[in-house]
């Protein structure tokens, strides 16, 4: 036996509740206009008679008809079995029908049962109606659920697919950066190992949660910035502006792809150049910005695998769809990129 699950147990109470309430609510009309029991027990008998019928009819459609017929495209079935279970449950009534019409009866009793009996009928073919339409609105909504349960766990696969790629790609063009710097300066390396070393503890552990204090994340870029600044020479010039409150939180490693790329596209050993990288908050938005000069990188450079950028911006859509804003530009040889979001 197929096992009810509790919402569909909740249905079914809600569904009992209401008919209870149709059944009972003439009898306590009749009850506390009268006083008189024994009129509250005829007018309970007769609402009884008269909702029997499609009492039954609503819960075969609901439970039976509807879902095992009418939903596999059985139609015509679905009509046979209406009209067989009407027929059934309305044997007697026919028969009091038919017994009303063909004797020696006033016409005036004639017309009103035969009008009665049209809207008995009448009565039926609405509970049928209202049964598929409930039936109907909530399977919509079941299967609209279903569809954002989907699409959330689609969204948290990607979220952590992209997030995955963060780490190795960091990684990657730190590790060029510091090839760089050994042949440069030993000494200096070996501090950046160092330094490091702390940034990839944060990037392993610290992100492996959804969201994260806006300090650490600050914290973070500060070092990295730092890092990234020993392979400079005094062509480059580096500024920062971080002024954000420390209880905020935001996704892991939100911005550090544009400061790679800022690092990778706008840093030259030939020409001047310079970074601009600010991280401020105002009236509930956070904004993130970075202009660089730019130095168009040729195709032998692989210090970098360009996922960066397009992986920042598909996080972005998924994390802050409805709440955040993006701007890029390149302009006289400066490129420029703003992020507004609301955390």
Sequence with gaps: MMKMEKKDRQILLVQLAAWAVILITPMLAVLFATFNVEATWRTGTMVLFTLFSPLVLYFLNFYVFEPFLFYK???????????VAIAILNFGIYHMFRFMTSHNIPLWWKIDTMLRFFVHFLLIFATITLAIGIRHFLRVQRIRQQLEEEKAKNMEAELAWLKSQINPHFLFNTLNNISSLVQIDPDASQDAIAQLSDLLRYAM??????????????????????????????????TTHFDVPGNVEVAPLLFISLIENAFKHGVSNTKPSFIDISLTMEDGLLTFICDNSNHPKDEKDRSG?????????????????DCHQWEQTLEDDTYHVKITLKP
């Design 205 to 238: 552990y610290e992100t492996q949660k959804t969201h994260v204090s806006l300090s650490g994340e600050v914290e973070f870029m500060k070092n990295y910035v730092e890092l990234m600044r020993l392979r400079c020479n005094e062509k480059t010039k580096i």
């Design 305 to 321: 695998s360009g996922i960066g950028i397009e992986n920042t911006r598909r996080r972005l859509n998924l994390l802050y769809k």
């Design 73 to 83: 495209r059985r139609f015509l079935w679905f009509v046979l079995a209406n009209i």
